[in-house]
């Protein structure tokens, strides 16, 4: 059974820094591509970055390019989201998920979700 532990989130002002964890198990990272996804209120979930299991590359929603970097620390059963440049739309739920497979396109990656986070909630505001 994949388990995934987010945390992280918090309030922070306008240009701040958040850096999110998602902690699972040895297993889930050697076997499924990690993302996050992000909802914010009274919007639909969307994909926000992806890390692949076979490979490491990493991709990202164009609303973050630049800002966000998704890293993975093995030996600590870790993925990360390092959140910079924060800006107030980025305000939401922050989930972390396991995908069965790399997504073909970020804003399909929800359909290849096995398992999710159970959310941490970040705040952008002054």
């Known amino acids: 059974q994949v388990q995934l532990v987010d945390s992280g989130g918090g309030l922070v002002q306008p240009g701040g820094s958040l850096n999110l964890s998602c902690v699972t198990s040895?297993?889930?990272?050697?076997?499924?591509?990690m993302a996050w996804f992000r909802q914010a209120p009274g919007k639909e979930r969307e994909a926000v970055s992806y890390?692949?299991?076979?490979?490491?590359?990493?991709n990202y929603a164009d609303s973050v390019k630049g800002r966000f970097t998704i890293s993975r620390d093995n030996a600590k059963k870790t993925v990360y989201l390092r959140m910079n440049g924060l800006k107030p739309e980025d305000t939401a739920v922050y989930y972390c998920?396991?995908?069965?497979?790399?997504?073909?396109?970020?804003?399909?990656?929800?359909?290849?979700?096995?398992?999710w986070g159970q959310g941490t909630q970040v705040t952008v505001s002054s």
């Open positions: 890390i692949s299991h076979n490979d490491g590359h990493t």
């Open positions: 040895e297993t889930t990272l050697r076997y499924y591509t």
């Open positions: 998920a396991a995908l069965y497979t790399d997504p073909p396109k970020l804003a399909t990656a929800g359909v290849l979700v096995h398992a």
